[in-house]
């Protein structure tokens, strides 16, 4: 014989029923753990501008539009200066990184953002270069640190699953996207 705690003004079967709407959408659950969500932050030294930025671009359950603006910029297509917004998902892809890679200093960034007139031109120039790259959504970086080797932070960002990891040791950088998990 089953007991249910009918004292407590719920029973395991009103629980259970709960839970299933909740699950299917039915009833609106706050997101009451989003401001707990801890602050990240990044630091960047564009190699090819020399400018540096460290900003905290996600609080309090929110990625913040100033910070966005800054990083947008300084992951600009540089060679025409042309500003496009970067995916956040790919910043907080990079915070992960970095954690996990256990670095100290900042990403050295080589390309961010590519216009479509820019990779047409490096496309021209190497078959390394895709015409449907990820770098003309805002959604790719190719990087390294000062305090990683380039082979520990290929292997870091493989460990993380969370897009494409290419491995480019001849140009000493590695490239990270928020496209489908693969590796070359």
Not at 8 to 19: H, I, K, P, Q, Y
Not at 50 to 66: D, K, V, W
Not at 98 to 127: D, W
Not at 161 to 170: C, D, F
Request: include cysteine; proline fraction near 5%.
């Amino acid at each position: 014989m089953q007991t249910e705690n009918r004292s407590a003004g719920f029973t395991r079967r009103s629980f259970l029923a709960g839970a299933a709407v909740a699950g299917l959408g039915l009833i609106r659950v706050p997101r009451i753990f989003a401001a707990v969500e801890p602050a990240r932050s990044l630091s960047f030294h564009h190699v090819n501008t020399g400018e540096r930025l460290t900003a905290q671009y996600f609080a309090g359950g929110t990625y913040l539009p100033g910070a966005l603006h800054d990083v947008n910029h300084v992951l600009r297509d540089w060679r025409i200066n042309q500003v496009h917004p970067i995916d956040p998902d790919l910043l907080d892809q990079l915070s992960d990184l970095h954690q996990a890679a256990g670095s100290r200093l900042p990403f050295e960034v080589i390309c961010g953002y590519r216009s479509p007139a820019t990779n047409k031109m490096l496309a021209s120039r190497s078959h390394n270069v895709s015409p449907k790259s990820l770098h003309l959504q805002g959604k790719a970086i190719d990087i390294r640190l000062g305090d990683v080797s380039l082979e520990r932070l290929r292997d870091t960002a493989l460990t993380l699953k969370r897009g494409g990891v290419g491995y480019y040791p001849g140009s000493n950088f590695v490239h990270v996207d928020t496209g489908r998990v693969r590796s070359w």
